[in-house]
């Protein structure tokens, strides 16, 4: 191994620290993709957490039923359940697609300013 070549390493270590502490300018296409995980964010949360609780509680219902063997309980749990992970794709749908129209000019513009240079 050279001198010169553990130089350049050096060097460019340093420069890849050094570029982490520089302030950097926000592009368009940086605020481009913030708009559209502001868009897409809640619905997604949201969605995960419905599917995630309906199927923790379908499960328990589940378990109510061959376990224990209560039908009423486990049924009473489980329909619920899976009514709540079958309404998590829908709520993501409606979250989303009011969220698009509110954020719907303002990524265009960008999309926009974007593509023509």
């Known amino acids: ?37 502001k868009v897409k964010a809640p619905g997604r949360i949201i969605a995960c957490f419905l599917g995630v609780v309906g199927a923790l509680v379908m499960g328990a219902g589940m378990s109510l039923v061959m376990v224990w063997s209560d039908m009423t309980m486990g049924l009473a749990l489980g329909i619920p359940g899976l009514l709540a992970v079958l309404l998590a794709c829908p709520v993501y749908r409606c979250i989303t697609g009011r969220r698009k129209k509110k954020y719907a000019a303002a990524i265009m513009r960008l999309s926009d300013d974007l593509m023509r240079g």
């Not at 553990?6 to 340093?14: F, G, H």
């Not at 502490?21 to 368009?28: A, D, G, I, Q, V």
């Open 1 to 37: 191994m050279s001198y010169y070549s553990e130089k350049e390493r050096e060097q460019s270590k340093a420069e890849a620290i050094r570029r982490q502490y520089l302030s950097r300018k926000e592009n368009k296409l940086d605020e481009l993709r913030k708009l559209d995980n």
